[in-house]
């Protein structure tokens, strides 16, 4: 891992990895909202749900069908998973996917599935006001040198929930 510094001063660690685990204190704050049944892509130890999936069974091929997903994908692949959170909450497929994302709007994977389709499928956008410190090896690493944002999709509007 490689420490950087941003123009403001503030250390990061240059991500190497894609298996950097969402904190169970934000975790927990959106299953409150959301009862998740299902992390598609997560290692066995970072798993946030009973049902998930590794790397090696491959929650892009998985189906999703009946579940409430969580999903902090690997960054290396987001425009992937972001196409199957879309298409699994419009063909019915799922009734909500969460997503932890970084706050990248200047990207076309933002733009295609999750800003131009805004109000007609019901994505909604929670940029956090924090920068996310994500766990590595259980461990609590320093924030990346950049926002993040939780992208739900839905057949349900998230702003009728409390916790928001």
């Known amino acids: 891992m490689e420490e950087q510094t ?3 001063g503030t250390e990061y ?3 190497t990895s894609d298996d950097w685990e969402t904190p169970d204190s934000l975790f927990k704050q959106l ?3 959301f009862q998740f049944t299902l992390d598609p892509c997560c290692q066995i130890e970072t798993a946030k749900c009973k049902t998930y999936f590794t790397p090696k069974e491959n929650g892009l091929i ?3 069908k009946g579940h409430r997903v969580f999903m902090n994908c690997p960054y290396s692949d987001i425009p992937n998973w972001v196409h199957k959170a879309y298409n699994s909450v419009k063909w019915f497929h799922t009734e909500i996917v969460a997503a932890l994302l970084p706050a990248w709007t200047d990207r076309k994977w933002f733009h295609d599935y999750i800003y131009s389709r805004f109000y007609r499928n019901k994505a909604e956008i929670i940029f956090l006001p924090y920068r996310v410190k994500f766990l590595l090896n259980g461990k609590e690493g320093k ?3 950049f ?3 939780i992208i739900v999709w839905s057949r349900e509007s998230v702003w009728d929930r409390e916790g928001i």
Do not use: R
């Open 147 to 149: 926002g993040s944002m």
């Open 13 to 15: 660690i240059k991500q």
């Open 62 to 64: 998985q189906s999703w």
């Open 6 to 8: 941003t123009l403001d």
């Open 31 to 33: 299953d409150n909202m």
């Open 143 to 145: 924030s990346p040198p």
